[in-house]
């Protein structure tokens, strides 16, 4: 398949929000219940996307398009949010810290999405545009990302594994859908 990656504009926040919810009701249909990921809402996610990609702080969205110009996945990067975590390593600070549980947002980005419509799984379109995520984060000079991934999501694992992320030992819990599911944490060094 052919791709062109390219920046979000608030314009496109619907088919942003489509590729999102379709990817979720696919990707976490053996984690999440039914009944949730149908009540998922196109239009209810395209308006805190078109907010999100107005908004003054913008993360970076990067959108994957096939043809005619048709978004078909998505990855979203930001500093790392500021916080600690009561797990492994968590004791509370900030920055500078190798301890699985503090990272710096100074020098540390988070990948918080990549999600692509199940019909383009498996034919490289997500690694082109993990790769391009990671060229926009090494120019932005982050010297480490870092993501949470659910524990039970093993094709996701396997993903992001097979381009280099591995488990640092963090992990959180956390209510989704009316269940509770563990995260795991992955980085990567960007800089070798």
Do not use: K, Q
Request: negative net charge; proline residues 6%.
């Amino acid at each position: 398949m052919t791709t062109a990656i390219r920046e979000a504009t608030p314009d496109d926040a619907a088919a942003l929000a489509a590729v999102h919810v379709l990817s979720w009701r696919a990707a976490y249909s053996d984690l999440l219940p039914g009944p949730y990921l149908d009540a998922l809402d196109p239009e209810e996610r395209a308006a805190v996307w078109r907010a999100r990609l107005a908004a003054p702080d913008r993360p970076t969205v990067l959108l994957a398009t096939g043809a005619g110009g048709r978004v078909v996945a998505f990855s979203c990067f930001r500093a790392w949010p500021e916080e600690v975590l009561d797990e492994p390593g968590g004791s509370g600070g900030s920055g500078g810290s190798d301890e699985p549980g503090v990272l710096d947002p100074a020098t540390t980005a988070e990948l918080a999405a990549l999600y692509a419509l199940p019909e383009v799984w498996g034919t490289g379109v997500g690694r082109e545009l993990l790769a391009a995520s990671t060229e926009a984060l090494t120019a932005a000079r982050f010297r480490t990302a870092a993501l949470w991934v659910f524990a039970g999501n093993t094709r996701g694992r396997r993903f992001y594994e097979a381009a280099g992320w591995r488990p640092d030992g963090a992990s959180v819990r956390d209510v989704t859908g009316g269940r509770e599911l563990e995260e795991l944490r992955y980085r990567r060094e960007l800089f070798t």
